[in-house]
């Protein structure tokens, strides 16, 4: 699918919540992508403003380009293998908060849902109990307005659109989704109201957890 209108933020240009000899942790705005697109108009991307300071700097993981938050990238060749490896054993602890549309079935629970791509329609993907690969998210209402519902999500799996199909297929897509929400929920919000939040991962080079923070701005 082609992107359209692309206009990412360029304000700030980058910001940077951590950084040492091993890792660049950034604050990823909605509406940019985690690394560039295939056609040139979609070069700019957080990967590629890092690489203008950092030319050695190396993908770890990716954030979709609508939601906002913690990105985590390499400095060496050697962390990104380490950190690769924390992420593929799920050995990370992700949080997210989104806002999304009416009121969940439990104060805290989880789903449980195989997810595909959607190959007619992607990126978009779909619940698919024949071939979809196992995907888990936990999640846990903190407010309800009467209308929506704010909830942090905690995803056990790591698939593409997950939180954003598993939200849709419980009732509860996430305000400003325009590949999964109806249309009163989509017009809701100005951009996509999920936020990666919270991010822990072990060093790779002293061994020792450590948590990164990045504050909601919805």
């Known amino acids: 699918m082609t ?9 700030p240009f980058l910001q940077v919540i951590y950084e040492d000899a091993q890792l660049l942790v ?12 295939k056609r040139p108009e979609h070069k700019d991307s957080t990967y590629t403003r890092v690489q203008r300071v950092h030319p050695e700097i190396r993908v770890v993981h990716r954030l979709d380009m609508a939601t906002s ?3 985590l990238l390499a400095k060496t060749k050697a962390a990104q293998s380490h950190l690769n490896k924390q992420f593929q054993d799920r050995t990370t602890h992700k949080k997210y908060i989104a806002k999304v549309w009416g009121e969940l079935p439990a104060s805290q629970g ?17 619940m698919d109990f024949f071939t979809g690969k196992p ?10 307005d009467g209308k929506c519902s704010r909830v942090e999500l905690t995803p056990y799996t790591g698939r593409s659109h997950q939180l954003r199909v598993h939200m849709q297929a419980i009732g509860c897509p996430i305000l400003g989704d325009k590949f999964y929400a109806h249309s009163e929920a989509f017009s809701a919000a100005e951009r996509l109201l999920l936020h990666a939040e919270d991010l822990c991962v072990t060093h790779p080079q002293t061994e020792q957890p450590i948590a990164f923070h990045s504050p909601v701005p919805f």
């Open 3 to 11: 992107l359209l209108h692309y206009e990412p933020p360029t304000t």
């Open 26 to 37: 950034v604050d990823k705005p909605s509406g940019l992508l985690s690394v560039p697109g």
């Open 69 to 71: 938050g913690i990105l």
């Open 110 to 126: 989880e789903v449980e849902l195989p997810l595909s791509c959607d190959w007619p329609n992607r990126p978009r993907q779909h």
């Open 135 to 144: 995907s888990t998210t936990f999640y846990r209402v903190s407010e309800f």
